[in-house]
């Protein structure tokens, strides 16, 4: 027999799940929380290297921006949770927080743990029923209510608040299951892909550098002329590629094109040196310094191994003395060092992806409340609607934010 008495279903206990379904039970509302793994915050506690990146430090207009465009769908979820709110939420159950000097939000004690922990005793003082391993397999529509199969039970409730997340990280349960159920409910689905994930490319020699790390660079992505990316920050070598916030931030046009091996990865390695400043850096060198090694006077700037690499990129031997540097082969130092190009073959896909762009199109979704233009009484908010944002704490942020909302009205 059905079990009816819930007002509210909320399908998926990660960031978005929690806050809604304590938003709505707060407001009295009889709310259950139905998640299948067998603990809640699953991601949260993987998330920022098992630190959590909570959110970013800026305003509203600061999440806003950084999403770009789609980005002014949660200015309604920003004013009823915002960034403030949320670190005061956390805090206000024994968690304290720290901005680094990326702007990044963390729990002083850098542990996502206590974080998932904060939200949880919410969770419990908010008089939800947090129910583990039922994994939702059908959701329907029922003379205005809703139909819930689930581990071999059904149950009913008035409103739905589906937050199961995307497809990254799949290994914590986000294997896309929200998309069907939307998809079935009449929703368009923006093809979900990879994004925050390293980007592979067509440069053996990238793996012998596994483990350097370039604390700045500026990178672009090209596809014939025209850029389609740039963003600046720290950059990783990995046996298999690129990483690093720098790479993961400009992952998501690679994922989303169509034919990401023809496309270019452009690396600045010295972006707060202009190219003249350069030339004559490395023509003074070659009067003052004649007797010294490249590798050694660029090793000042840049990991030794990096420039003995980028030496032999230019066709210099890693022992290449500074004296007799001819323009030509400034410029040759100039190509190798401030605009190398990497072809890309395409990125380690959702296994290693940290959120994932695409999902329930977000026209169909009405931002002032988070409740579905096509099927009143279903609301949608976390990761599986088609938003996803850069690296730093805004997709837990809008995560946070959305289910907020959604807890606030269904």
Sequence with gaps: MPEG???????GAGAAGLLAAIRAAERGRRTLLLEKNRQAGVKILMSGGTRCNITHATDNRGIVEAFGPPGRFLHSALAALSVQETIELIEAEGVPTKVEETGKVFPVSNKAADVLNALLSRLRRSGATLSLEEPV??????????????SGRTVTASSVILTSGGQS????????DGYGFSARLGHTIITPRAALV???????????????TIPDVSVRVWEDRVCLARRRGSLLFAHFGLSGPVVLDVS??????????C?????DFLPNLVEPALDEFLRSEAIASGKKQLAGILAGHLPRRLCETLLALAGMPPDRKAAGLTKIDRGKLAEAFKRLRLPITGTLGFKKAE??????ALDEIDSRTLQSKQVPGLFIAGEVLDLDGPIGGYNFQ???STGWLAGSVA
């Design 355 to 360: 959120v994932t762009t695409g999902g329930v």
């Design 398 to 400: 809008a995560a946070f």
């Design 137 to 150: 397999q059908d959701l329907r529509q029922n003379d205005g209510s809703f139909a819930l199969t689930a």
């Design 169 to 176: 990280y799949p290994g914590s349960g986000t294997t896309g």
């Design 5 to 11: 008495g819930w007002d509210v279903v909320v399908i």
């Design 252 to 261: 998501r046009v690679i994922s989303r094109h169509p034919r990401p091996e």
């Design 263 to 267: 496309l270019m990865l452009e690396i």
């Design 198 to 212: 390293p980007v592979t490319v067509a440069a053996p020699w990238v793996a012998d550098l596994r483990g350097v």
